[in-house]
């Protein structure tokens, strides 16, 4: 998507502050962190949100989901942290390419809406 603020971040067309990444995979962090560690991870493909997850793609969210622990130990949340994908309006997404916020390093609200 040559047009997508993530696609171009995963691209290094945009400067991001990384603390991962690998053939598949980029984790920066949030430019208007939320929380004392507040970290983006993407797939470098372009899938839209959480609606796009497919049989056919989702294998780059199993592998998210294997590095997110990584990224959460080497940011040293070991009292816990979130993580969070929003979908579509209703969840309030600003960027149409899929994310997944890790947010730590304090404790966090309860509420889930
Ligand atoms: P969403 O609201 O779609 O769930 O999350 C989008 C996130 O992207 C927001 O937390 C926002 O701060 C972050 N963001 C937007 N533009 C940029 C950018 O250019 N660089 C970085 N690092 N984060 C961004
Ligand atoms: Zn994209």
């Known amino acids: 998507m040559s047009n997508c603020l993530f696609c171009k971040i995963a691209a290094g067309e ?11 995979v980029l984790a920066f962090r ?13 797939p470098k493909a372009h899938i839209p949100s959480v609606d796009g997850i ?3 793609n989702s294998a780059v969210v199993a592998h998210i989901f294997a590095v997110i622990p990584q990224i959460a130990a080497a940011e040293g949340l070991k009292n816990g942290y979130r993580v969070v ?10 960027v149409p390419h899929l994310h997944f916020h890790i947010l730590g390093g304090r404790q966090l609200a309860l509420e889930m809406a």
């Open 30 to 42: 949030d430019i208007a962190p939320q929380a004392p560690t507040h970290i983006l991870v993407i």
């Open 14 to 24: 945009i400067p991001s502050t990384k603390v991962y990444e690998d053939d598949s």
């Open 85 to 94: 994908s929003n979908c579509g309006e209703h969840a309030g997404q600003t």
């Open 54 to 56: 497919t049989a056919e």
